[in-house]
């Protein structure tokens, strides 16, 4: 099993963090993520970035759900980081 990190930053036109399009595409999507807000930096410059953990999705799909994110949210790049993981539920 895999969790995928998704690293969104502000778009690109507007310069605001669009968390209710991005809950949207992912609502759209999967039943269960966890979405953290945090700092990102690209090439120097400070950025509102949303950071959104998914475990047990295929990796067809984490692609898809970042092609999506970085159309609506006008993106050059959404970063996508994979992870071995081991969940249980308690």
């Known amino acids: ?13 507007t310069k605001k963090l669009e968390t209710a399009k991005i809950e949207r ?12 807000k945090a700092r990102g930096y690209w090439k120097s410059s400070a950025e509102k970035t949303a950071i959104v953990y998914v475990t047990g999705i295929s990796k067809p799909l984490a692609v898809k759900i970042a092609l999506e994110l970085k159309h609506k949210l006008e993106q050059q790049s959404i970063l996508l980081e994979t992870r071995p993981a081991q969940i249980e539920f308690i």
Do not use: A, C
Request: charged share 10%; glycine share 12%.
């Open 1 to 13: 099993m895999k969790t995928y990190l998704f690293y969104i930053g502000q778009n690109n036109r």
């Open 25 to 36: 595409v992912f609502n759209g999507h999967v039943d269960g993520y966890t979405l953290q």
